[in-house]
């Protein structure tokens, strides 16, 4: 079995940084695309950021210059470094990969969140 598990997050007054860290274990042969979603009370979950095992991102523009995404592949682990942090940053963060396991099957695997709240 593969899981993802988050953790990193909490209360930051705004303005704040933190750095979110995602790790995937279990059964795992090669991990594709990594990347971390949010969901805010009543909205759907969206996009923040994500890398691909060549490294390349991509950002929400709501994030883009402020939000950093990394891996460490060796590690199997994901971050996000959010810097400038706002209240409408406020939200569930979800780690997100695409895994191929040991039986050559390609999932896509969700963690359980993390929360993140931006307040003063």
């Known amino acids: 079995q593969v899981q993802l598990v988050e953790s990193g997050g909490g209360l930051v007054q705004p303005g704040g940084s933190l750095r979110l860290s995602c790790a995937a274990s279990?059964?795992?042969?090669?991990?594709?695309?990594m990347g971390w979603y949010r969901q805010a009370p009543g909205i759907q979950r969206n996009l923040v950021a994500t890398?691909?095992?060549?490294?390349?991102?991509n950002y929400a523009d709501s994030v883009k210059g402020r939000f950093t995404i990394s891996r460490d592949n060796a590690k199997n682990m994901v971050y996000l470094q959010m810097n400038s942090l706002k209240p409408e940053d406020t939200a569930v963060y979800y780690c997100?990969?695409?895994?191929?396991?040991?039986?050559?099957?390609?999932?896509?695997?969700w963690g359980r969140g993390t929360q993140v709240t931006v307040s003063s």
């Open positions: 997100n990969a695409v895994i191929v396991d040991t039986t050559y099957t390609e999932r896509n695997y």
């Open positions: 279990g059964s795992i042969l090669s991990i594709n695309a």
């Open positions: 890398i691909t095992s060549t490294f390349s991102t």
